[in-house]
């Protein structure tokens, strides 16, 4: 961009080492001199005669005087002669650049009484008056008058055919499609407010009213993918609106300054399990937590997030509720062999113990405590235990032979082995046996059932792929058998529905059958005239060739709470609008992968639909 266009500034360009030697003695020039790009003091001819008496003669090679201007920044030549053959630096070869960022744009010199005859004359536009910067020196000098620079006017016709295409990348040359001429790019280059894809020049983006220094404006934020927790949500359209309780807010409030509460008080034992249950969610349960909730006179006691509790909690628990006669910890990890030993005699009372993830626990405190408690204890239930063994198992059968809930589920090391030994259990009501590292046999469980069968109520055997249809035989004669759970076995369509129509159960309440995947409408028909009047809760997740017409018939289930029918590909809206009208009690309906459903799927109030499809997208 050219700078002969620069405005008068207080910014002094460099000075000669002659005339920084001569102000420094105190010589001042006795006229006002031209500064550097200010040609105002010459002579019309360019002699410079005229003036001061700044002037002195000079011998050339040729002999001839040559008149030699001694200006305040420097020598100047007159017009006429020659550039110095060794390219000296004076006044009309070099003009003074920018003094701030943006003052090099092009002024225009509109002088109302400029002669028109001198505009065609050559050379006339170099000759047009250029401002003068003043520096300390001049201040005595007349002022110039500065004219002012109008703003720059938008080109009225448009370059035409200027490419159109990407902003190419800074410091190379496009063209501006306002005013057609090339420009380099820089960061603060605009796009045409009215011709996309094409760019301005700096003069253009001022003319246009555009500001090249305005940030551009970041783009909307797209908003995250909800997480799978609130995707959950969507689909429970049914809600329960109303205030809460007055009791249930205080609750929650406890719950969320659990820290700063010294003492619960008397609010009874389904307050206290509500408080236990809210910080557990956000795992604040903490040795100093945990207090809140001992007391002497309890004698039921269930914490739901152990996690943060070390092996003195447990001793402390003890301590400080030596009534209880029913204990029961999920995720107590920390949980160790010593706290076992010490609750065998500082739990004098306790009948029922249920744990979950008891990791740390090695067999010498399992045999002790077991040899300890006695015959007093009636409920052993454990989850996940790997160091639970055969002894073990021994010394709980031979010490507490009046068990009748035992609860093995995943231990990975039971195996057929186990199953004579608790073929000695003839008080059981309740066995689990589920999940294991390796699936039982046919003959063990078939022997076992055959002892213990007459009492059971509560059978568990989830996830023993080895099991065949030749067990449903021995589980249909267990008379008093209301709750069954076969998740995750082989069984035939055809095995199940006889084991169903020569049950001698009374009628089962709950009922988990998921991952059946050759299961269909013969069981599920012939479950139903087994046990439409007693069954509370249903599980068939994972039939996929079950009949729409055969999940109808569950209308009939007048006590029916819970049904899942996750990934039952034939269930429609019709055959859910069924189940809804007839039964009365039902609460919640899981319908995740039955993708024939729509949004036009039937409502009932109190009742949630939970999984689907066309909600969660």
């Known amino acids: 961009m050219s700078r002969r266009g620069r405005a008068g ?7 000669s080492a002659l005339t920084s030697f001569l102000a420094g003695l105190g010589v001042e020039p006795s006229a006002p001199l031209t500064t550097w790009g200010n040609t105002a003091a010459l002579n019309a001819d360019g002699t410079g005669a005229a003036g001061a008496g700044g002037d002195a003669p000079s011998g050339g090679a040729d002999g001839q005087a040559h008149h030699l201007h001694l200006a305040h920044d420097g020598p100047m030549l007159d017009a006429g002669e020659p550039l110095d053959p060794a390219g000296a630096v004076t006044a009309r070869t070099v003009e003074a650049g920018p003094s701030r960022v943006g003052e090099a744009t092009p002024e225009y010199d509109d002088d109302a009484g400029a002669d028109s005859d001198a505009l065609d004359a050559p050379g006339a536009a170099k000759r047009k008056r250029r401002r003068g910067s003043v520096d300390s020196d001049d201040l005595d000098a007349p002022s110039v008058t500065r004219t002012a620079s109008p703003a720059p006017q938008p080109n009225k016709g448009r370059a035409v055919g200027v490419p159109r295409g990407p902003l190419k990348p800074i410091g190379e040359h496009m063209l501006c499609g306002e005013c057609g001429k090339q420009f380099s790019v820089t960061a603060y280059t605009k796009e045409h407010p009215a011709q996309r894809q094409t760019y301005l020049c700096i003069d253009c983006t001022y003319a246009l009213g555009l500001d090249p220094f305005e940030k551009p404006k970041k783009a909307a934020k797209k908003k995250a993918p909800a997480k799978k927790e609130e995707r959950g949500k969507v689909v429970h359209y049914e809600e329960r609106r109303g205030a809460l309780p007055l009791g249930d807010m205080c609750i929650e409030l406890i719950g969320k300054c659990i820290e700063d509460v010294e003492q619960l008080g008397d609010i009874g034992g389904v307050n206290l399990d509500k ?7 956000s ?20 914490m739901y997030d152990c996690t943060r509790l070390v092996h003195e909690s447990y001793l402390t628990l003890a301590r400080l509720c030596p009534n209880l006669t029913s204990l029961h910890l999920q995720l107590c990890g920390q949980l160790q062999t010593d706290s076992i030993i010490d609750w065998s005699t500082s739990l004098p009372q306790l009948e029922r113990l249920e744990l979950f993830a008891p990791f740390l626990v090695r067999k010498e405190g399992w045999i002790k405590f077991f040899e300890t408690v006695g015959a007093r204890l009636k409920g052993f239930l454990i989850t996940q235990s790997p160091r639970f063994d055969l002894e073990c198992c021994e010394a709980l059968v031979n010490s507490c032979s009046d068990l009748t809930e ?12 186990f199953l004579p030994v608790l073929a000695k259990l003839s008080k059981l009501q ?35 792929l080895d099991l065949s249809d030749a067990v449903l035989t021995v589980i249909a004669k267990c008379a008093n058998l209301t709750r069954l759970s076969l998740r995750n076995t082989d069984l035939s369509d055809a095995a199940l529905a006889d084991f169903f129509r020569t049950s001698a159960s009374p009628g089962f309440t709950h009922l988990d059958l998921e991952k059946g995947h050759e299961l269909g409408s013969a069981t599920l028909g012939a479950l139903v005239a087994h046990s439409a009047k007693t069954l509370v809760e249903l599980s068939i997740l994972g039939w996929k060739d079950v009949g729409a017409d055969a999940v109808s018939d569950l ?22 609008k069924d189940v809804l009208d007839g039964s009365a009690s039902v609460r919640e309906i899981r319908v995740w992968g039955c993708n024939q459903l729509t949004d036009a ?14 909600h969660s997208i």
């Open 9 to 15: 500034g207080a910014v002094r360009g460099p000075s």
């Open 275 to 281: 408080v236990c249950k809210i910080i557990s969610k």
């Open 283 to 302: 795992r604040r349960l903490t040795p100093e937590t945990a207090a809140l909730f001992y007391s002497s006179e309890r004698q039921d006691l269930v």
């Open 406 to 417: 035992l609860r093995l589920c995943e231990v990975g090391k039971l195996n057929d082995d």
């Open 430 to 464: 309740v066995l689990d046996l589920s999940s294991p590292s390796a699936t039982l046999s046919d003959d063990a469980v078939i022997a076992l059932l055959d002892a213990v069968g007459s009492t059971l109520v509560d059978l568990r055997l989830a996830d023993h």
């Open 555 to 576: 209308a009939t289930c007048e006590k029916l709470e819970k049904l899942n029918l996750g990934w039952c590909r034939n269930v429609t809206d019709y055959t859910l």
């Open 601 to 614: 799927v039937p409502r009932k109030k109190g009742v949630k639909v939970i999984g689907i499809e066309t």
